[in-house]
Nanobody, 115 residues
């Protein structure tokens, strides 16, 4: 059983910063990649950032230069550092882990950016 636990969401003013954490545990074979997705009210879930086991990263165009995804393998944790936050970054942020063709999701953490 794979578990993902997210933390770090909250309410912040525009221009502020937050750091999200995703700690994974359980029977993970290869941990191919971990990504952060977000879903705003009335919108589809979208990829924000993703990091592979090899360290390759990719970001949504809307967050490039503001967000950074990185991992601490010793802590089984992936972080999303979010700077210069904008009201349009508001949404529920979900952690996703890809392992041997399977995907696992966390419960989500709310991020609200006020203008």
């Amino acid at each position: 059983q794979v578990q993902l636990v997210e933390s770090g969401g909250g309410l912040v003013q525009a221009g502020g910063s937050l750091r999200l954490s995703c700690r994974h545990s359980g029977s993970i074979f290869s941990n191919d990649a971990v990504g952060w997705y977000r879903q705003a009210p009335g919108k589809q879930r979208e990829l924000v950032a993703r990091v592979t086991t090899g360290g390759s990263t990719n970001y949504a165009d809307s967050v490039k230069g503001r967000f950074t995804i990185y991992s601490n393998n010793a802590k089984n944790t992936v972080y999303l550092q979010m700077n210069s936050l904008k009201p349009e970054d508001t949404g529920v942020y979900y952690c996703n882990l890809e392992d041997m063709g399977l995907e696992y999701w966390g419960q989500g953490t709310q991020v609200t950016v006020s203008s």
